[in-house]
């Protein structure tokens, strides 16, 4: 019959990247990429929007290594946007007038001791009642007078040749300020010599560890957020509390009521708005005119059963292949999500024509991860659970896999819940991802991603292949940073 003449589709296992001519060194090749039409990050990396994987926490880490984290949205508005804010203000080179620490000139300085004490700093601008900087006090200008008068001012005890910057300072700047003068803090003033913020050395050296982070214009981490594709309240809210890019949060975008809504979120918000999932070309189709970038994945995920449950799914490397052929023509980015194991799992998405991938169970042991480390036999480990599943669906994230009508019934999951070994820092898991990325890159003899894309050729592996290309015939002793059997 005609409906089984079946098309193949293929998987990550299915394949590997053909070995080329190159003169690529992996610790060069360039891993920036474009995760939507606007933003760029420095690694094409993006943490998954689920309640065990994304919250501030991990867009921190995430951003600072220069790829980005997507907020997931099984929580109220209110406090997504808190969480929003607190990606904002992580690395922000002047600390805001509402967060800067002040002092009167009429307090005494046993006051302003314990006050610095309580707020943990360890000195600050002191400011008349119309905010104009009148000087700066420390613990060093204090130390003295605890001694003896405790009772005095602190007019007498402060700095009053005080050394101000102006708003739109430069980190350097603040920075050759701040070792000319011997000081470790510097009052930001407005025109009128008015308090606007504070630029700490402390916040610059910070700042300096994290070079490659993905920032804003304003220098600010940037951050992605999940919203569901009827959600225009949260797309709204989100939008405002500046996220920059939106992921229209849909386990099958394909259905048309969901695009019509998505189209409508895009017209609304500044940020670019990315649509997914899909996983075929007639679906790339119909969302390449509005989206700013297409996700896709139908069922790859580690904790996913939408597969099993529906029937329905497509073999990740044909679907990235399938919209990205699609997707170039219109330069909108792809981003492949779900069923990432091992580096060379991205290398692959990203050679099937992927700009950027997004992991869920890879991140999810990390320190940065929500949750708690869990000990089951003596192992070490975190949660890690669908948002289809039943405890995520029933904690208000599910509504991503949820039907209608199905509120108040039993769920019908397409996720599992369950427990991913603990892994430490977020910061040395991407080191081995990118670096397994960088190696991919040097094989094929791509210099950028772009590149990859282009160049990446693959060939088909059998069972013996697939056999063959894990460590075998031997018993692993010591284990690897990168490396554990699947
Ligand atoms: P993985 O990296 O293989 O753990 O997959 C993570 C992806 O799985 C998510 O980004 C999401 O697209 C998908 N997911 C999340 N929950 C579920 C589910 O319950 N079925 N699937």
Known sequence: SEKLRVPEALTFDDVL?????????????????????????NIPILSAAMDTVTESGMAIGMAREGGLGVLHRSMDVDEVVAEIERVKRADELVIRRENVVTARPDQTVQEVDEMMEHEGVSGAPVVDEDDEVLGIISGTDIRPYLEVGEKDSVEEAMTDEVITVHEDVEAREALELMYEHKIERVPVVDDDGRLVGLVTMQGIL?????????????????????VGPFEQDRAQAVDEAGADVLFIDCAHAHNLNVIDSAREIKEEVEADVVVGNIGTEAAAEDVVDFADGVKVGIGPGS?????????????????????????????????????????????????????????????????????RVITMNGKKYKQYRGMGSVGAMQSGGGERYLKDEQEDEEFVP?????????????????????????????????????????????????????????????????????????
Request: hydrophobic share 35%; with cysteine; glycine share 10%.
């Open 303 to 371: 904790i996913c059963t939408t597969r099993v449950v529906s029937g329905s799914g497509m073999p990740q490397i044909t679907a990235v292949s399938e919209v990205a052929d699609v997707a170039s023509d219109y330069d909108v980015p792809v981003i492949a999500d779900g069923g990432i194991r091992y580096s060379g799992d991205a290398a692959k998405a990203i050679a099937a024509g992927a700009d950027a991938v997004m992991l869920g169970s890879y991140f999810a042991g990390t320190d940065e991860a929500p949750g």
């Open 17 to 41: 990247l053909r070995p080329r001519e190159s003169r690529v060194e992996p610790d060069e090749a360039d891993v920036s990429t474009q995760v939507s039409k606007n933003v760029e990050l």
């Open 206 to 226: 910070a700042r300096r560890e994290h070079e490659n982070a993905a920032r804003d214009e304003d220098s600010k981490l940037l951050v992605g957020v999940a």
């Open 414 to 486: 397409e996720g599992v819940e369950a427990a991913t070994p603990y892994k430490g820092s977020l910061a040395s898991e991407l080191h081995q991802l990118v670096g397994g990325i960088q190696s991919g890159m040097g094989y094929v003899g791509a210099e950028t991603i772009p590149e990859l894309k282009e160049r990446a050729r693959f060939v088909r592996v059998s069972q013996a292949g697939q056999t063959e290309g894990h460590p075998h015939d031997v018993m692993i002793t010591d284990e690897a940073p990168n490396y554990s059997p699947g």
